[in-house]
């Protein structure tokens, strides 16, 4: 198998212009990328390790990238409710946190629609596995206007 780094970087690129603008920040890409990378490894903390794998395994190269930097698998964080969860992507955001997840109300949304982008790549069985592994206040996130 040969790898194709120009292919997965337009891959990346495409996807990332599209998110920008899903999520109404289209001039920019940058914080846009900050956010999606703060969401994934938020939900990497939550759900266990083997669901992570099965995650992995339907993502593009460029996403399981993105997913897995940084990644130490450790004891998983115990996130009650969206708040929490919200909490824990401005952890992962870091210095720019208050600048990327200005409020709770735009954070949501920006979750809400990375699991409607997320659905071209994840199957109906992976989602229904990621939900039976959140909390019950979190079950809602994954299918937040993705199956219909």
């Given at each position: 198998?040969?790898?194709?780094?120009?292919?997965?970087?337009?891959?990346?690129?495409?996807?990332?212009?599209?998110y920008?603008k899903e999520?109404?920040?289209?001039t920019?890409?940058?914080?846009?990328g900050?956010i999606?990378?703060?969401?994934?490894?938020?939900?990497?903390?939550?759900?266990?390790?083997?669901?992570?794998i099965?995650?992995i395994?339907?993502f593009?190269?460029?996403?399981?990238?993105?997913?897995?930097?940084?990644?130490?698998?450790?004891?998983?964080?115990?996130?009650?409710?969206?708040?929490?969860?919200?909490?824990?992507?401005?952890?992962?955001?870091?210095?720019?946190?208050?600048?990327?997840?200005?409020?709770?109300?735009?954070?949501e949304?920006y979750?809400d629609t990375?699991?409607?982008?997320l659905?071209?790549?994840?199957?109906?069985?992976?989602?229904?596995?990621?939900?039976s592994?959140?909390?019950k206040?979190?079950k809602?996130?994954?299918?937040?206007?993705?199956m219909?």
């Open positions: 198998m040969a790898l194709n780094f120009n292919q997965f970087a337009a891959e990346a690129n495409t996807f990332l212009k599209e920008s999520i109404n920040l289209a920019d890409k940058e914080k846009a900050r999606l990378s703060a969401i994934l490894h938020a939900l990497r903390e939550v759900i266990s390790v083997e669901e992570s099965q995650l395994a339907q593009p190269m460029f996403l399981k990238a993105v997913y897995v930097n940084g990644w130490t698998t450790h004891k998983r964080e115990k996130v009650k409710n969206m708040t929490e969860f919200i909490d824990l992507c401005r952890k992962y955001s870091g210095l720019t946190s208050v600048h990327d997840f200005e409020s709770d109300e735009i954070a949304n979750i990375t699991f409607i982008l659905r071209r790549y994840i199957s109906l069985g992976e989602l229904e596995d990621i939900r592994e959140l909390p206040d979190l809602s996130m994954v299918y937040h206007n993705i219909f």
